[in-house]
């Protein structure tokens, strides 16, 4: 088995305990962002940038939400390895390849903890004469914040627990979970 935690028989929702956000809180709170992020941006040149690999389910649900003209892409940062915890460095592991020069950026992040992530992207596309740059979170840890960052479009503010589902994963795991979930401590701490 290539993913030493991960034994094939069990089901996945036996690894955690407590759901943070069920698929219809999910589904509700990509309708309500998506609704506000068409108002805010009618008219104006807007892209979308997907913080991978966690944002991804969120940038789909969200995106379908939207109802004016977006472009799309895709960006790789990663800060916690194999952990629960941030290593606190961000590494940038794959760039956009689409021009933000004259258009509105909405970074669109799958959750909020240290602040670290969003602070670094917030600085590097702010380099890139874009029109604004503002952020559009899934989740939001607010107790857990080491750098102050403005969230323009937070969708669910949850507990100070590493969860797992909708997008995020526990060494690779646990993303396609359509739910949020607390990841039981008895995978992590041996
Ligand atoms: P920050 O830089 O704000 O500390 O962390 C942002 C990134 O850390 C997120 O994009 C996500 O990948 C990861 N992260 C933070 N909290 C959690 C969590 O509770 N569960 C999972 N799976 N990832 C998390």
């Given at each position: ?35 506000r992020?068409s108002n805010d941006?009618k ?148």
């Open positions: 088995m290539s993913n030493e935690i991960y034994e094939c028989d069990v089901p996945l929702e036996d690894y955690t305990e407590g759901i943070v956000a069920t698929k219809e809180e999910i589904a509700e709170m990509c309708k309500r962002l998506g609704e992020i941006y008219g104006e040149p807007l892209i979308l940038i997907c913080v991978l690999k966690g944002g991804f389910m969120f940038m789909s649900d969200l995106s379908k939400n939207i109802s004016i003209p977006v472009e799309m892409d895709f960006i790789a940062v990663s800060s916690y390895g194999a952990s629960t915890k941030s290593s606190g460095v961000v590494r940038l592991v794959k760039d956009t390849d689409t021009p933000v020069t004259g258009k509105h950026v909405l970074i669109v992040e799958d959750i909020i903890d240290t602040g670290l992530t969003l602070s670094y992207l917030k600085n590097l596309f702010s380099t890139r004469n874009p029109l604004s740059v503002k952020v559009c979170t899934a989740f939001d840890k607010p107790d857990r914040r080491k750098v102050e960052v403005d969230v323009e479009y937070s969708g669910i503010v949850i507990p100070d627990e590493y969860v797992v589902g909708y997008g995020l994963d526990y060494n690779g795991l646990f993303r396609n979970l359509p739910d949020l979930r607390i990841l039981k401590k008895s995978v992590y701490v041996k």
